[in-house]
C-alpha cells in the first residue's frame, strides 16, 4: 500500500513563495510518473504539474508555467512543487499522486492510482 503525504501549505500574500512536499512510504516512487493537483472550491481538480520518473521530463498547466517547479529525489522517495509569484487564484487544495494508468496521459487525473490526502493554499491579495 502506498502512502502519500503533502506538507508544506499554508497562507500567504500575493506575489510570495511556498515549497510543497510530498513524502511517500510503501512503495518506492522511482519508477513512476508523478503529478501534483489542485482543487479550489467549488470547481473540479485540475492539473498543475508533473513529471517522468527520472526527473528530466517536466510539464506545468499553462496558468502556472514560469513560476512553479516540479522536482522530485528519488532516493528520499519524494516529490516537490515549488511556487513562486503567488496569485488569488491559485489558493486550493493541493494533491500529490502516482501516475500507474498505462493509455492515458499525465494531465489526465484518471491516470493516478494513489493519492495523498492535499494540503491547503491560501494566496491572500
Known amino acids: 500500500q502506498v502512502q502519500l503525504v503533502e506538507s508544506g501549505g499554508g497562507l500567504v500574500q500575493a506575489g510570495g513563495s511556498l515549497r510543497l512536499s510530498c513524502a511517500a512510504s510503501?512503495?518506492?516512487?522511482?519508477?513512476?510518473?508523478m503529478g501534483w493537483f489542485r482543487q479550489a472550491p467549488g470547481k473540479e481538480r485540475e492539473f498543475v504539474a508533473a513529471?517522468?520518473?527520472?526527473?528530466?521530463?517536466?510539464y506545468y498547466a499553462t496558468s502556472v508555467k514560469g513560476r512553479f517547479t516540479i522536482s522530485r529525489d528519488n532516493p528520499k522517495n519524494a516529490v516537490y512543487l515549488q511556487m513562486n509569484s503567488l496569485k488569488p487564484e491559485d489558493t486550493a487544495v493541493y494533491y500529490c499522486?502516482?501516475?500507474?494508468?498505462?493509455?492515458?496521459?499525465?494531465?489526465?487525473?484518471?491516470?493516478?492510482?494513489?493519492w495523498g490526502q492535499g494540503t491547503q493554499v491560501t494566496v491572500s491579495s
Open positions: 510503501g512503495h518506492s516512487l522511482s519508477s513512476y510518473a
Open positions: 513529471l517522468n520518473w527520472s526527473g528530466n521530463g517536466k
Open positions: 499522486a502516482r501516475k500507474a494508468v498505462l493509455g492515458t496521459t499525465l494531465y489526465d487525473s484518471r491516470g493516478y492510482d494513489y
